[in-house]
């Protein structure tokens, strides 16, 4: 342990198999142990925060779903809930079901694409990722069915969703959800079990509760901490407290919690769905809002539980048409904060999946 | 439900330990003075009533005369909220105490506020532009910035 | 790392994989095989009818981008001729919002998602370029009564069936039926 | 009397003694470049085949039928590349890299039996010469590491050593336990010895052989020095053209000799009954080639300490005890040795497994700093 070498300053991106996007971590080495980091931010900028201070607020939709482009969905689900907080209109029944069908399948896709990343990252040569991406890729097609596009999806309005979903749709997530807890099963078959995705996660990246709670970490990662903190149960929005489902909470708070956690999520996910299916209401889907909306004055911070955590919308109008600030709580930046303390000491490889294991999409930490 | 705490409650409860600290108070929330902010969160951390652990979102808003920096604190354990706010009325130099000894946290969106809002957080421990770059001219969030 | 479970976690992984060795590939052969597009696809292209715009440029205030531009006259019959339409689907991001906007149905999604160009300045399409033709279908995006008049949709989530895409790995069983547009 | 040896002997009729011998190994040292390029063409068309089938896609398929092309297509590009030296790197250091890394994958080949009697050279040293030799490359992985002035390539070329050398103990040892069984050093005396192939005799061996032969090659899990996902291909990232083609070739030719080498020690190499014994010789090399492609698309990989760490407290330990039992089966009771000792050797191999499953830990993971 007395070895020590000349310290050595590696710059893990912003070209990088590993980094998620355009992301710098300026990593100081000794030897193969991380000795300190710093986060280089802002390659993926674009400054959306400025950008909707000109746009009208349904304008702004298709704004959002460039901020976590792997959940566009819940980006739509959480501006359009604080523009509705903001201006104070219902929206019908149907529509409340239908946003939260697509918030989970949202959410499943999310976490699957991150345990396809995570397995990559801990050396699993795609695999695992090219297995999760085929389940993905079935829920993109459902998404596609609905709204015509299978990334930016653009589909929630303010006041209720774009279009009803098509004849088609029910069968086909009916039968995504008959099958989906199988394949979960046979992916944890898969990784869960084995010997070496243990001993690279076990006990890996610790970040204890205090700390979590401190570091306004949230979402998987602050429950992989071991804090039952989900707003869909702490302070549920839309329809959620019509759904019984579990909050799975992790013990320890290594990289195999948050893992953990994210599969469990997808099968509570599962659960959801097949609740909403069955109370599905018939309906509108849409109550009439000016197209060109001009809340009161006021301020409003809305928050859902995104797959990456706590995504809030803080906007502040001044009774015009545009919103006079426009601020996104990213989870994915909030939950780097505490990257350092988890990183510092662990060897280079462990620095990468502890990165990996915080699932963070640069389009939501730059906006 | 988490539970939005009244302001003017709040306000109540805060006013004897810290006379001189509240601007105002209203439904949403408590507005204080920057000079007297780190001692009203500290007091709001600490004590067992409020007991705010954990703080949701930090944001800034530039109402042209003056410089507003939000605060959203949550308490998990109590499971309630506050917006807590300060007013700063210099453009030139911005300045309000940072709060990252209390909140880890706030580190990283005081930097972003310090970077496209221009307010200077003291105390902060590493205060550097989070998303532009060093030498970057203006702050591009602030209303006047074309 | 303790092999706690004496390597059975990396056997079944290994059977894990083996499993989906023998399963059939996902992936299509794109220019040859095409999978049938959603009914409400939101392809890469605008469909004008021009027959039915009345000028109004509505479709161009809700454009978040201010991508379309729209210039008129006054007609002889009191009505707004279209002098100009141009979109620069360059900078265009497919939202829909125009076509939502549209009082009058003129403005369709297309179906195409292959117009993809070397240059950018032949993706600034005009007024020609927009107009609804036999090769410039509108999709059923906002629109349930094209909705309904168009193939249905290729799910990945059938593949197994006989009305979804079967794809199989072994050559001589590769004439499976096979989602071709 | 090997092949080569009968050649030489009947172009003697024809030319001096001198020249016989050198036009006789000549046409065989060509006969097995040409058989290690073609199988290295093979395994890297079967391994992107294969290993997208793994990972339920298809992969390369339009570069002739079923795409058996590519890499002919692939070598066409890196020909037509820019050849790239970083502006401080180490010129020759770095142009050297390639080759002193691909010259051993060949080398190797001199000892190895293909059928009885084909082999270029029968050395009565076999194993120590493959040892000796497939150790070199680890030197050009260093050189290239070295050369190329990039902090991701030393750190691969760091790791390289470090895994090289951890790993030569346990395979050296395990092999020592079929040298004993088979009472010679040469292949073909080992191949000719089994007639019960030598993974049955000695599962343990073979088990430590293949993991360490794994790790020597530098297979996934054990792939660190090119670990993509952290440092970016590691030792090879800054080359460019046909240097790179020859550092990619040198990793298959590896795969390749290591393949052949567990199939002569332990598969019992061109034996088998019916088919040809050559066509043995490939089953048994694509099955073993199989096997790493298996575990290459399952398995994640080991982190530094862990890699070290499975070398020195499992693998050594294990080889040891095995080649103590070994040495004492030949010792004591050589009688038994065919089919008695395989029910033993099966049995301690188990239980080994499973005392190793329990005491062992990797322990490591976090430092203070």
């Known amino acids: 342990m007395a070895l020590r070498t000349e310290p050595f300053v590696l710059n893990i991106g912003p070209q990088h198999p590993s980094s998620h996007g355009l992301f710098r971590l300026e990593v100081t080495l000794d030897g193969e142990v991380v000795t300190g980091l710093e986060l280089v931010l802002g390659y993926l900028h674009r400054g959306i925060e400025k950008l909707a201070e000109g746009r009208t607020y349904i304008q702004n939709i298709p704004l959002t779903d460039r901020l976590d482009y792997l959940a566009s969905m819940t980006n739509n689900f959480a501006y359009v809930l604080a523009v509705e907080k903001l201006a104070g209109i219902e929206v019908p029944e149907r529509t409340e079901y239908l946003r939260v069908i697509m918030a989970e399948l949202m959410r499943i896709s999310s976490h699957l694409s991150f345990i396809g990343f995570l397995l990559n990252e801990l050396g699993a040569y795609f695999t695992p990722l090219f297995y999760m991406f085929r389940e993905r890729e079935k829920i993109l097609d459902l998404f596609e069915m609905v709204c015509g596009q299978r990334l930016t999806y653009n589909y929630m309005r303010i006041g209720g969703v774009s279009q009803d979903i098509p004849e088609e749709f029910l069968p086909a997530v009916k039968r995504f959800v008959a099958e989906m807890p199988r394949l979960v099963d046979e992916y944890e078959q898969l990784l869960s079990g084995n010997e070496i995705l243990l001993a690279r996660t076990k006990g890996v990246g610790i970040l204890p509760r205090d700390k979590a709670i401190n570091a306004s970490a949230s979402g998987p990662v602050l429950r992989a901490s071991g804090v039952k903190w989900d707003i869909r149960k702490v302070d549920p929005y839309s329809v959620y407290d019509r759904f019984d489902f579990e909050v799975p909470v992790g013990s320890v708070g290594d990289v195999y919690d948050r893992y953990w956690v994210r599969v469990s999520e997808m099968r509570q996910s599962v659960r959801i769905l097949e609740q909403a299916l069955k109370q599905l209401p018939k309906g509108e889907v849409w109550t009439k809002v000016p197209g060109l909306l001009r809340p009161l004055r006021g301020e409003v911070y809305g928050h859902i539980e995104g797959p990456k955590g706590e995504l809030g919308f803080y906007l502040v109008s001044d009774n015009s048409i545009a919103p006079y600030r426009f601020h996104i709580r990213p989870p994915a930046l909030l939950n780097l904060t505490a990257l350092k303390d988890m990183v510092v000491g662990w060897k280079l490889a462990d620095a990468i999946v502890i990165f990996g294991s915080l699932d963070t999409v640069l389009g939501e930490v730059d906006r | 439900m988490t539970v939005t705490l009244k302001g003017e409650e709040v306000a109540k409860k805060i006013a004897h330990s810290f006379p001189m600290a509240i601007i105002t108070a209203n439904q949403t929330a408590i507005i204080v003075t920057p000079d007297s902010l780190y001692q009203v969160a500290r007091f709001l951390k600490a004590t067992p009533e409020f007991d705010f652990d954990y703080l949701t979102n930090l944001t800034a808003v530039d109402y042209l005369d003056y410089f507003e920096v939000v605060y959203h604190l949550t308490s998990l354990k109590h499971n309630h909220s506050l917006v807590l706010k300060t007013r700063c009325y210099d453009r030139e130099k911005p300045s309000v105490p940072s709060v990252v000894s209390l909140w880890q946290g706030a580190d990283l969106q005081e930097r972003e506020v310090y970077d496209l809002m221009g307010i200077t957080f003291s105390g902060h421990p590493n205060l550097k532009r989070l998303f532009l770059w060093e030498g970057f001219p203006g702050h591009p969030l602030r209303r006047d910035y074309l | ?181 | 009397m090997t092949l080569i040896g009968q050649f030489r002997d009947w172009l003697i009729n024809f030319m001096p003694e001198w020249a016989a011998y050198i036009v006789a190994f000549l046409v065989g040292v060509v006969a097995i470049i040409a058989f290690v390029l073609v199988m290295i063409i093979v395994f890297i068309y079967l391994e992107r085949r294969l290993i997208g089938r793994f990972q339920v896609r298809l992969g390369p398929n339009r570069c002739g039928p079923e795409g058996i092309f590519q890499l002919i297509a692939d070598s066409i590009k890196l020909l037509t590349k820019e050849d790239i030296v970083p502006a401080k790197g180490d010129f020759w250091v770095h142009f050297l890299a390639p080759i002193v890394t691909f010259a051993p994958a060949l080398m190797v080949f001199a000892v190895v039996p293909f059928h009885k009697g084909v082999v270029l050279t029968d050395l009565d040293v076999g194993i120590l010469y493959v040892v000796a030799i497939s150790s070199i490359s680890v030197v050009g992985i260093y050189m290239a590491g070295w050369g190329s002035n990039n902090k991701y390539s030393l750190i691969a070329a760091l790791r390289a050593v470090a895994q090289a050398i951890s790993y030569e103990l346990p395979v050296v040892m395990a092999a020592v336990g079929v040298i004993l069984i088979a009472g010679s050093l040469s292949l073909s005396k080992i191949v000719e010895a089994q007639t019960i192939p030598f993974f049955l005799l000695q599962p343990l061996g073979f088990f430590i052989f293949l993991l360490g032969s794994m790790a020597e090659i530098n297979r996934s899990p054990f792939d660190l020095l090119e670990a993509e996902s952290e440092i970016v291909t590691g030792y090879n990232m800054e080359y460019s053209g046909m240097k790179f083609g020859l550092l990619y070739l040198s990793e298959y030719g590896h795969t390749l000799a290591a393949s052949c080498i567990i199939t002569t020690l332990f598969l019992g190499g061109w034996q088998g009954p019916l088919l040809p014994p050559f066509l043995w010789f490939l089953i048994k090399v694509l099955l073993v080639f199989f096997v790493f492609l298996w575990v290459r698309s399952t398995v994640p990989r080991l982190r530094v300490d862990q890699l070290m760490a499975f070398a020195w407290k499992c693998l050594l330990p294990m080889a040891l005890i095995n080649l103590l039992l070994i040495g004492a089966q030949v010792l004591w009771f050589p009688k038994a040795l065919p089919w008695g000792m395989m029910v033993v050797n099966f049995a301690v191999a188990g239980i080994l497994i499973l005392l190793w499953s329990r005491l062992f830990a990797l322990g490591g993971g976090r430092v203070e700093v």
């Open chain 3, 1 to 181: 790392m303790r092999f706690e479970r004496y390597g059975i976690g990396i056997i079944k992984g290994l059977m894990v994989t083996m499993k989906n060795f023998l399963r059939p590939p996902i992936t299509l052969q794109y220019p040859e095989e095409k999978l049938i597009t959603s009914r409400r696809i939101r392809g890469n292209e605008l469909v004008w009818q021009v027959s039915k715009c009345t000028g109004c440029a509505t479709c161009a205030k809700s454009c978040p981008q201010g991508n379309i531009e729209i210039v008129t006259h006054l007609g002889t019959e009191n009505n707004y001729v279209v002098d100009k339409l141009q979109v620069d689907t360059g900078k265009c991001m497919f939202c829909g919002l125009c076509v939502e906007s549209c009082p009058y149905e003129a403005l369709f999604m297309g179906r195409s998602y292959e117009r993809a160009t070397y240059r950018r300045r032949e993706l600034v399409l005009s007024k020609e370029a927009l107009e609804l033709s036999e090769d410039r279908q509108p999709s059923g995006y906002f629109y349930p009564r094209i909705e309904v008049l168009l193939p249905r949709q290729t799910l990945l989530l059938y593949w197994d069936r006989e009305d979804g895409q079967k794809l199989c790995w072994f050559p001589w069983r590769k004439k499976a039926n096979r989602g071709r547009r």
